[in-house]
């Protein structure tokens, strides 16, 4: 399928329930916004119907992304994912060479990215992309935005 978007299992679920809660609840919250606002008489003044005619534009816009990204979903299988080497579904601790600071990172496709609690990166982030296909012990040069270089040294990757 072209435009596969990898993504794990769980951030499929995640999108799932966002796309469910977009369709089922705020459908219903923006509905009944809307019967409001047209009570208050003129429309053409109405500046409550309005704004609950615009968002209801944005939940639906939303509604139509996230349809299409789950249309393109790949499920990774966490017994597929390999800890050899950085990819998505990993967690990847790395040195910064510099400052000789640890960080460590899940790597998560970005539509995953606003779904997770704990610290992550993109496989399209500089760092994320600079890491990917990486084993323990590499040292990465990753450019970023600012145009400055950053060295990292990968130090463990895991699920």
């Known amino acids: 399928m072209a435009g596969e978007i990898l993504i794990t299992p769980e951030g499929y679920q995640q999108l799932k329930a966002e796309l469910e809660e977009l369709k089922m609840v705020r459908r219903k919250e923006i509905s009944e916004k809307i019967r409001v606002a047209r009570g208050f008489g003129d429309l053409s003044e109405n500046s409550e119907y309005d704004e609950a005619k615009n968002e209801q534009a944005l939940v639906e816009a939303k509604i139509a992304t996230l349809e299409e990204q789950l249309k393109k979903a790949q499920l990774i299988q966490k017994d597929k994912i390999s800890t050899e080497v950085v990819s998505i579904g990993t967690t990847v601790t790395i040195l910064d060479i510099e400052f000789n600071e640890e960080t460590t990172y899940r ?53």
């Open 107 to 159: 790597v998560t496709s970005s539509l995953e990215y606003h779904h997770t609690e704990m610290e992550t990166i993109t496989d399209e982030s500089p760092v994320g992309k600079a890491l990917m296909g990486h084993k323990i012990g590499d040292e990465v040069t990753v450019t970023v935005p600012s145009g400055s270089t950053v060295q990292y040294k990968i130090l463990d990757i895991s699920l």
